[in-house]
Structure formats: structure tokens, C-alpha cells
């Protein structure tokens, strides 16, 4: 736990160039351990590195399967280099072992990933979902929803739902 300690506080601190050093060093030190993988993975997110990034959290995932902030964090990655397919996926893992306290912001990225792909079928009912968990979101998403329907990016997405 040393190392998560140290990560945590550097962390807090804003200082994620020393965190990443720190989290390097665990992964070489604790080299089967999923966490330090994780915690590697979503630093070197932080610092805008998707391919290591995308790496680390696969040997996470690799290491423990069903590692949800794992699986929710690769598919972020994914999601940010457009690989929106594999990012479902990997969405979808997560929500499957994902606790109450994490469904929600799972299902955010989740619905947030269909639109980006302007799937609206798909993105509506999570949506719905999302509504039980955080309405915030849930709004938020519905804007950015209607704002892509109405600027003609896409057929409305209310259109697609009754034809």
C-alpha cells in the first residue's frame, strides 16, 4: 500500500508528473499486481499518453478481468482515440461487475460513447437509466443529444426511434 499512499497524495497535490514516476516504479516493482497497472494506466491517461495508457490498463484487465475501474477506464481511452466499438465493450464489462456506487458514471460514458457515434437507439434508454443515478448527467447528455440532432449532424434521434 505504500505506493498507493504516496500516489494518493501526490495526486491531491496536482502533482501528476511525480505520481506517474511513482506509479512506473510499482508497476516494475509489483509487476502482477492489477492495481498498479490501473493506477499507471489513468496517470498516463492524465498526461494525454492513450497508447501506454491503453497498454497499462489492458495488462490491468489482463491480470484481473473484472477489474471495473479498469474496464471503465480502457474504455475511456478507447473512447478518446475513437475505437468506439471496442470501447462499448469494454463499457459494457464494467457495468456487468460494477457495484451501485460506480453503475452510474459507467452508464454515463456508456451513453456518452453512443453519442459520439450518433447512436441515439442505443444511447436513449441508458440515458433513462441514467436518470435513477444522476440527473445532472442525464440532462447534460440529453442536450448534447438534441444539440446534435438540430445542428443536422445526424436525423433526429426521435425521429429514429418511431420509424
Partial sequence: MEYFERLKELSENGNNKAALKIASQWVLAEPENPK?????????????????????????????????HGLANLGSVLCCSSNFDQAIDFFKKALKYSDKED???????????????????????????????????????????????????????????FN
Fill in 36 to 68: 498498479a497497472w490501473y493506477n499507471y494506466g489513468t496517470l498516463l491517461n492524465f498526461t494525454s499518453n492513450n497508447i501506454a495508457a491503453e497498454k497499462a490498463l489492458r495488462k490491468c484487465i489482463d491480470l484481473d478481468s473484472k477489474h471495473v
Fill in 103 to 161: 453503475y452510474g458514471s459507467i452508464l454515463a460514458k456508456l451513453a456518452d460513447c453512443y453519442l459520439n457515434i450518433y447512436k441515439y437507439d442505443s444511447a436513449v434508454p441508458l440515458i433513462g437509466e441514467l436518470y435513477k443515478y444522476d440527473q445532472e448527467t442525464a440532462l447534460m447528455l440529453e442536450g448534447k443529444m438534441i444539440r446534435d440532432a438540430t445542428s443536422g449532424k445526424r436525423r433526429p434521434w426521435w425521429k429514429r426511434l
